[in-house]
């Protein structure tokens, strides 16, 4: 298993808080808002619904891309409510990671 750093491992556990108190099958923006509400429990600063504008020779275009949340200015926390995730999910992340400058993901 790879190591992870304490603040990812606060994010994991936040976000593992609330999938066991809720369980499955709501929408995504229902566990973003307990998300956020263990993360502000637990001290950490974030940002929500955080817009990735994408420059394309040399102008900026903002399309709707969004990333849920952004926590301490260092991870992207995109959430999902899939059985299973697929390529997709992570070229969204990715493309999400590049555009935003943050390097880590959880």
């Not at 102008?59 to 952004?70: H, K, N, Q, Y």
Request: hydrophobic share 45%; aromatic share 4%; net charge negative.
């Amino acid at each position: 298993m790879l190591d992870r750093d304490p603040l990812t491992e606060r994010i994991i556990g936040a976000a593992i808080e609330v999938r066991r108190t809720l369980g499955p099958g709501l929408l995504e923006s229902a566990y973003e808002e307990c998300v956020c509400q263990e993360l502000s429990a637990g001290g950490l600063d974030f940002k929500r619904q955080v817009m990735l504008p994408i420059v394309y020779k040399g102008m900026t275009v903002e399309p709707d891309f969004r990333a849920d949340l952004i926590v301490e200015n260092e991870v992207l926390l995109e959430l999902k409510e899939v059985e299973k995730l697929m390529a997709v999910h992570e070229a969204q992340i990715l493309t999400y990671l590049k555009l935003s400058e943050i390097g880590k993901v959880c």
